[in-house]
């Protein structure tokens, strides 16, 4: 069961690809962008945060943090953030708690893998409450980035 838009964000602490801890608490009193990507260097998963990568001023001007989360490790996140140039900070959920948390975790994926972030978009609001939630079954839809945007705003 996936996190609903009204409910409080559930809390975490991830390590980021800069080898730092960074938990949800750290924003509060600004409103938080999460996504969820299941893999670093997949094609889907770099035009989801290309976008928001590419709308960063947008969301830098409304007081907003964007995270982006998967389970890759930490230096793999490390490598797709330079390759990439993404301004905000990757976090691994490596251990997968996070997106189980929030309803964003596929059983089995391609390739046989399990345990794989699903594609989902999260907006978190300065008390930390889910104010957008969209979670998606199909890895290769991508995310309403307008609907995100109008929650931020």
Same mark, same amino acid.
């Given at each position: 069961?996936?996190?609903?838009?009204?409910?409080?964000?559930?809390?975490?602490?991830?390590? *980021?690809?800069?080898? &730092?801890?960074?938990?949800?608490?750290?924003?509060?009193? &600004?409103?938080?962008?999460?996504?969820?990507?299941?893999?670093?260097?997949?094609?889907?998963?770099?035009?989801?945060?290309?976008?928001?990568?590419? *709308?960063?001023?947008?969301?830098?001007?409304? +007081?907003?943090?964007?995270?982006?989360?998967?389970?890759?490790?930490?230096?793999?996140?490390?490598?797709?953030?330079?390759? +990439?140039?993404?301004?905000?900070?990757?976090? *691994?959920?490596?251990?997968?708690?996070?997106?189980?948390?929030?309803?964003?975790?596929?059983? *089995?994926?391609?390739?046989?893998?399990?345990?794989?972030?699903?594609?989902?978009?999260?907006?978190?609001?300065?008390?930390? +409450?889910?104010?957008?939630?969209?979670?998606?079954? +199909?890895?290769?839809?991508?995310?309403?980035?307008?609907?995100?945007?109008?929650?931020? &705003?």
């Amino acid at each position: 069961m996936s996190i609903q838009a009204g409910q409080a964000a559930p809390q975490f602490t991830l390590t *980021s690809s800069e080898l &730092k801890e960074v938990t949800l608490a750290d924003f509060k009193g &600004k409103k938080v962008v999460i996504h969820f990507f299941p893999l670093a260097f997949t094609g889907v998963c770099t035009t989801q945060l290309c976008t928001m990568r590419d *709308s960063f001023g947008y969301y830098d001007g409304l +007081n907003a943090q964007i995270l982006g989360i998967s389970v890759d490790s930490p230096f793999t996140l490390a490598k797709f953030k330079e390759e +990439n140039a993404y301004q905000f900070p990757l976090l *691994s959920d490596f251990n997968k708690d996070v997106s189980a948390a929030y309803g964003a975790l596929y059983e *089995s994926f391609a390739f046989g893998m399990k345990g794989v972030s699903k594609r989902a978009a999260f907006v978190i609001d300065e008390e930390q +409450n889910v104010i957008y939630a969209e979670v998606l079954e +199909n890895a290769g839809d991508l995310p309403n980035f307008e609907a995100i945007a109008e929650k931020v &705003k």
